[in-house]
């Protein structure tokens, strides 16, 4: 098995997530490290603290999408892994969560772990669940939610995000690598629904916990950077998977919840984030996808 995470900037964290790695009973894996061009010292720690790690070293910021691939790339060409684990550097894993993750899996079933808030058990992360294509977002707000009885049963979900997931690695050769022009955000719910079309499947093993830091690397909605690129591809994912009227639909709603979060962003004097909102939106009209130009 290939765990694979990828790095930008990280040195903050790593000490953490590598610490917990190191903690792990599955006798059988590999990290690999997909670095994008960090100038903080985080391949050399990863170095340090593993030294069996195998380091792709980009040496400039492919995204999360550009990393991933080219690090999965090289994981295919050495033929050697049945499985490749995408797992955020900004992740806590448990000692025992790979086990029940293999143990569920098969050649035609992705599986994601339970995945809590840092620091907060009991308290779910929107790391897996149904998505409303109609609106672009989850059916069922699952971020900041306490966990129920049906959270405690291994479960089908429509998708699950790449904090976290544990995919076949033949799935790749018949779904495809990521989709680069998401660059980041987004491009994990595009993966999913291309391989339930295909055929496999995306489950939830809640045996298997992490807890995930949400938002330590890139800043997600409280960030220009994760306004930027969550406004231009929520289209773009809705456009690529559905037909001109169910897509019309979500624009409508789209577009009428960003203007009512800009305004509540500029009453708080966050310009910062409407004006990446705003280009966003702009970008993904103009078809300008891949990294911000």
Same mark, same amino acid.
């Given at each position: 098995m290939a765990i694979l995470t990828v790095t930008t900037n990280a040195a @903050?964290? #790593?000490?953490?997530? #590598?610490?917990? /790695?190191?903690? *792990?009973?599955?006798? @059988?894996?590999? #990290?690999? *490290?997909?670095?994008?061009?960090?100038?903080d010292g985080s391949a050399e720690l990863v170095r340090q603290a593993?030294?069996?790690?195998? *380091?792709?070293?980009?040496?400039?910021n492919l995204g999360f999408t550009g990393a991933c691939n080219r690090a999965v790339a090289e994981i295919l060409a050495e033929g050697r892994a049945e499985y490749v /684990?995408?797992?955020?550097?900004?992740?806590?894993?448990?000692?025992?969560? #790979?086990?029940? /993750?293999?143990?569920?899996?098969?050649?035609?079933?992705? *599986?994601?772990?339970?995945?809590?808030?840092?620091?907060?058990?009991?308290v779910l992360d929107d790391a897996a669940g149904e998505f409303d294509w109609w609106r672009g977002t989850w059916k069922r707000r699952v971020l900041g939610r306490p966990e129920g009885p049906g959270d405690q049963y291994p479960h089908a979900v429509d998708t699950a995000n790449l904090s976290c997931l544990l995919v076949p690695a033949a799935a790749f050769c018949e779904v495809g690598l990521l989709d680069d022009a998401f660059f980041v955000y987004y491009d994990d719910t595009d993966f999913c629904r291309r391989a339930r079309r295909a055929g496999y499947r995306v489950f939830v093993e809640p045996r298997s916990v992490v807890y995930h830091r949400k938002g330590a690397t890139l800043g997600g909605q409280a960030s220009a950077f994760g306004c930027y690129y969550l406004a231009r591809n929520r289209p773009y994912l809705v456009r690529k998977h559905r037909g001109r009227l169910q897509f019309g639909v979500f624009l409508g709603y789209y577009l009428a919840t960003r203007a009512v979060r800009m305004a509540a962003w500029a009453a708080a004097g966050r310009f910062d984030l409407v004006q990446a909102t705003a280009a966003?939106?702009?970008?993904?009209? /103009?078809?300008?996808?891949?990294?911000?130009?």
């Open positions: @903050a964290h #790593l000490p953490a997530y #590598l610490a917990a /790695l190191q903690r *792990v009973t599955y006798p @059988a894996w590999e #990290l690999w *490290v997909a670095d994008n061009g960090s100038s593993m030294p069996a790690a195998r *380091v792709v070293e980009n040496g400039a /684990l995408f797992l955020n550097d900004d992740t806590e894993v448990t000692p025992g969560f #790979l086990e029940p /993750l293999a143990a569920l899996a098969d050649r035609r079933t992705l *599986v994601a772990p339970k995945t809590y808030l840092a620091g907060q058990p009991g966003g939106m702009r970008d993904f009209a /103009l078809g300008r996808m891949g990294p911000r130009r």
